[in-house]
């Protein structure tokens, strides 16, 4: 569906090159009546032409005194509309529905000016020479001069064919016709309406002359892009989705889907569902193929997809300064370290929490060491993967100077100075917070220099893969978004 928006004025009608009559509403009413029942009209491009005769008065105010004239009615013209609608059908969005925004004050004192049957001649000329196929007259009763008025007026007919709206092909603008307060206040209730499009009609040497204008949709589209581009760079991609889905960028449903599963994501969950949408949105855009394997990856169990994760997690805590996230997410990233360090170690799986390879491979190198009994159950129990037990091993590979094994401890031992601050936190047993300062101060080195190390760990692990980045993932959304504002006309 194409629809058109249309606020009207007393421009907006040239009745024998006249305009802007003190007398509008009896004048147009006149008219009205005279041209329903005249059986001799030429309809043209521009006007309807007369050639019976009918004699009107026009009145004109000047120097507050009502002059009067008799006049025989030859043409009536819409110069605005005709030129929009011209411009329209150039851009391939002649409307099929057509709202007339007409005045019809409830106030008795203020319907000189009322312009419901200019709309009603209006109705007349697009139904017989234009055959726009939907006309409806929506009747404004508040002064179109208030602008507050104007607001609530548009905000309450948005909501009520907001549905309609929303499926619209096109839905154009005219941002000339009407009171300022009238079109400028539906301007800004639909602007948030998915294919909205403002159009200026300027008059020139003249002719009235229609331009797409682009100034207030890409103000419009430029506020919420940097709503927008300010969540996702503190990868807030629930709060960005909502921003979304209420702008004019709502019917992308790519970028919807993209930050849905970057959203999922974030929270350490995806499903098998997330990968079908991945692979959707790959067929369409080659890029989403990098998301596509990521979340594959994960679906698979793939351990570098799981601690990229991690060190992205804990890269996005640090831009956001949320230093107790931070500690929490490197102890936690620590703790599932220890297990795939022991397993590449001894080139063996520990599964379902306990393992027998576990056990002869300590037993093969401890010898008769005491330490691991398997009758009392107050020592370490070599077939279990406690946090001693592993440490013990990568201890062991570290003094016969296994590389990955002394990265970690040379790594966790840095992060060890957290220890005290992360039991005393809301993540352990207290609710102590720590700051940048005091975060800088423990570690002893600036933030990058944590995700250095962090990075250092990962990498000789083989273990971090620089594809699955979230800041090049931001940055693909915005260029999707930006794309919008290459649909917009120039002004």
Same mark, same amino acid.
């Given at each position: ?16 090159? %006249? ?29 309807? %032409? ?35 609608? %011209? =411009?329209? =059908? ?116 003249? =002719? ?111 831009? %956001? ?84 094994? =002394? ?85």
């Amino acid at each position: 569906m194409k629809a058109l928006y249309y606020t009207l004025g007393n421009s907006d009608v040239s009745i024998d090159s %006249n305009q802007r009559f003190y007398n509008f509403r009896e004048l147009t009413c006149t008219i009205y009546d005279f041209i329903i029942q005249c059986k001799k009209l030429d309809f043209n491009n521009e006007s309807i %032409n007369i050639t019976e005769d009918f004699s009107y008065k026009i009145q004109f105010q000047k120097d507050n005194t009502i002059e009067e004239m008799d006049k025989v009615l030859k043409k009536i013209e819409f110069p605005i509309f005709t030129s929009l609608f %011209n =411009k329209l =059908k150039e851009h391939n969005r002649t409307p099929v529905v057509l709202y007339l925004f007409a005045t019809n004050q409830s106030n008795t004192n203020a319907q000189r000016q009322d312009t419901i049957f200019l709309a009603k001649i209006l109705e007349y000329y697009c139904k017989v020479k234009l055959k726009i196929e939907e006309i409806k007259i929506i009747e404004i009763e508040k002064n179109p001069a208030d602008f507050t008025a104007m607001l609530m007026y548009f905000e309450d007919f948005v909501k009520t064919h907001i549905q309609q709206i929303k499926i619209n092909l096109h839905n154009t603008l005219q941002l000339t016709a009407g009171t300022p307060q009238s079109y400028y206040a539906l301007a800004q209730n639909m602007q948030n309406m998915p294919g909205v499009r403002y159009y200026y009609i300027s008059r020139e040497n003249g =002719k009235s002359i229609a331009y797409e204008s682009s100034a207030f949709g890409k103000l419009n589209m430029q506020n919420y892009l940097e709503i927008i581009k300010s969540d996702i760079e503190k990868f807030n991609y629930a709060s960005a989705l909502n921003v979304v889905k209420k702008s004019p960028f709502s019917h992308q449903t790519h970028v919807i889907n993209f930050l849905e599963l970057l959203m999922f994501k974030r929270n350490f969950v995806v499903k098998q569902e997330s990968i079908e949408i991945a692979r959707k949105l790959a067929e369409k855009d080659t890029y989403f193929e990098v998301l596509y394997d990521e979340l594959f990856q994960w679906i698979n169990k793939n351990n570098k997809a799981y601690f990229t994760e991690f060190y992205n997690q804990i890269e996005a805590a640090l831009i %956001n300064e949320n230093f107790i996230v931070v500690i929490a997410l490197i102890f936690s990233m620590l703790d599932n370290l220890r297990q795939i360090i022991v397993e590449k170690l001894f080139d063996i799986k520990i599964e379902n929490g306990i393992s027998e390879a576990l056990g002869s491979k300590i037993t093969a190198i401890s010898g008769d060491n005491n330490k691991f009994s398997k009758t009392d159950s107050k020592k370490l129990h070599p077939c279990k993967p406690t946090k001693p037990v592993l440490e013990w091993v990568i201890d062991y590979f570290a003094k016969s100077n296994s590389e990955i094994a =002394k990265i970690y401890n040379e790594t966790k031992s840095k992060f060890d100075c957290f220890h005290d601050i992360r039991n005393h936190g809301p993540f352990a047993h207290g609710y102590s917070g720590i700051d940048k300062d005091l975060f800088i101060k423990t570690y002893g080195a600036n933030v990058d220099k944590v995700l250095s190390d962090i990075r250092i760990l990962l990498t000789s692990l083989d273990l971090l893969n620089p594809k699955y980045s979230y800041k090049e993932y931001n940055a693909k959304i915005i260029l999707l978004l930006k794309e919008e504002f290459k649909e917009l006309g120039s002004f």
